[in-house]
């Protein structure tokens, strides 16, 4: 029997819009708005879906970076939103994220032995410096960089030797679930590979389980085990990853795996093209939030939510589709 390290349940976050001089709160970004999910030890979840649909959000507000409005967060049976700061402290070094660009989220002014090493300081790993320089040392080295490196700065790095260091920096603390928030979305698609395949690589050897967050779902097919796609707030499909590949059921999925190209030009493909941007959040659609985009909407989507459900194997939709 799997053992679920998180589970996130009807998770929320409202972001305030406020207005006119007294900044009055007029309206609310929800940016996340009713979200439920686990990961189990162990495994990788991909979290999928465009830009502006709340996968950040969803990722900050599980680690507490972000203040939740509602919901429960829960780690090794422990409730993350109500933990005192000394408790929220000690969790931290289990949970770690990696940052989507690794130019913004390095300190420029920081040596790589720095930023590296100062979680281990935050966090009290290392008795003296020399043994905390062991430390990074060793986990650059993991991670693909030499310890000639530990000197330099940022600036003198390639996108993804930053992420690298961005990783190192993650491992750092021995964490059990790391968050990474597009990994390889700003790295040359030549990087990208190396980046995930040491991303692997690193689960293994330290059982690390994660949260792998990517606005493409070719990304994500390789290293995860299990999908959820989110759309404006809400995740509206969760299967295996080769049941969501293989039979996808929401028409929003299906667009996404319709945007893949095929890698064998034998098989026909037909491309779903979905009109428009992802619209707003602080006013989202009626009924089924996809319902202006979804080249397969009926009377009953604009009207009525569907339902996330069961349908069989783990397989997990919200649709009127499926309802018939
Ligand atoms: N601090 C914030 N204040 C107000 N709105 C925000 C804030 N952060 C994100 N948002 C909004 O929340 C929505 C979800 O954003 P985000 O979680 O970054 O999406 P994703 O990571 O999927 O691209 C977007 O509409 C975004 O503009
Ligand atoms: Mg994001």
Redesign the pocket.
């Known amino acids: 029997m799997a053992e679920k390290l998180l589970e996130v349940n009807n998770l929320k976050k409202y972001?305030p819009v406020k207005a006119g001089i007294f900044k009055k709160t007029v309206a609310y970004?929800k940016?996340v708005d009713d979200v439920s999910f686990f990961v189990n030890k162990g495994e990788t979840l991909g979290l999928v879906?465009e830009?502006?649909?709340?996968?950040?959000?969803?990722g900050r507000t599980i680690l507490r970076l972000l203040e939740a409005t509602a919901g429960e967060v829960i780690f090794e049976g422990k409730d993350v939103l109500s933990l005192n700061k000394e408790d929220l402290r000690n969790i931290r070094r289990d949970m770690q994220i990696i940052f989507q660009d690794p130019y913004a989220s390095l300190n420029p002014r920081m040596t790589v032995a720095d930023i590296v090493g100062e979680p281990i300081d935050i966090h009290n790993l290392a008795k003296n410096k020399k043994e905390r320089n062991e430390k990074v040392k060793d986990i650059l080295e993991r991670v693909g960089l030499g310890s000639e490196y530990m000197r330099r700065y940022p600036h003198e790095f390639s996108g993804g030797q930053r992420q690298r260091i961005g990783v190192a920096r993650a491992l750092a603390v021995d964490p059990k679930l790391i968050i990474a928030d597009e990994p390889v979305s700003a790295l040359d698609v030549s990087i990208q590979a190396q980046v995930i395949n040491l991303l692997q690589d690193l689960q293994k050897d330290f059982g690390l389980t994660y949260l792998f967050i990517a606005h493409d779902l070719s990304v994500v097919k390789h290293i995860s085990d299990r999908i959820a796609v989110m759309y404006l707030g809400k995740i509206v499909e969760m299967a295996d990853k080769t049941e969501l590949f293989d039979d996808p059921m929401h028409p929003y999925t299906q667009s996404l795996l319709s945007a893949i190209p095929e890698a064998d030009p034998t098989k026909k493909k037909e491309r779903i093209i979905l009109e428009g941007d992802v619209p707003s959040?602080v006013d989202p659609p009626s009924g089924c939030r996809f319902h202006p985009r979804c080249p397969k909407a009926f009377d009953k989507c604009s009207v009525e939510e569907p339902v996330f459900k069961d349908y069989g194997d783990n397989h997990f939709a919200a649709c009127h589709l499926l309802e018939e």
């Open positions: 972001f970004v940016a879906g830009s502006g649909c709340g996968k950040s959000t969803t959040p």
